[in-house]
């Protein structure tokens, strides 16, 4: 069995930071693709920022300049660094890992989320 246990979330200020971190846990001998989503109340789930196992990455275009996207593989932890943060990027913000397991078998994981809160 794999978790991922997103943290740190919370209200934060429009121009402030937050540092998301996912870590993932259990029968674990890789992590491929990793991405952080977030879905906003009313709004279909969105892809915000991407990381391969080798370290490309890619982000949505409303966040590109603001958030970036890092991995530790050896802790199997991803982070995302979000600055200058701004009302519209409110949302609860979800982890979604494709993980080689001890089974031999890829599967897809999705943590429980975290919320962002971008307001004055």
């Known amino acids: 069995q794999v978790r991922l246990v997103e943290s740190g979330g919370g209200l934060v200020q429009p121009g402030g930071s937050l540092r998301l971190s996912c870590a993932a846990s259990?029968?674990?001998?890789?992590?491929?693709?990793v991405g952080w989503y977030r879905q906003a109340p009313g709004k279909q789930r969105e892809l915000v920022a991407g990381?391969?196992?080798?370290?490309?990455?890619n982000y949505a275009d409303s966040v590109k300049g603001r958030f970036t996207i890092s991995r530790d593989n050896a802790k199997n932890t991803v982070a995302l660094q979000m600055n200058s943060l701004k009302p519209e990027d409110t949302a609860v913000y979800y982890c979604?890992?494709?993980?080689?397991?001890?089974?031999?078998?890829?599967?897809?994981?999705w943590g429980q989320g975290t919320q962002v809160t971008v307001s004055s």
């Open positions: 990381i391969t196992i080798g370290g490309s990455t």
């Open positions: 259990g029968s674990i001998l890789s992590i491929n693709d």
């Open positions: 979604n890992a494709e993980v080689y397991t001890a089974s031999f078998r890829y599967y897809n994981y």
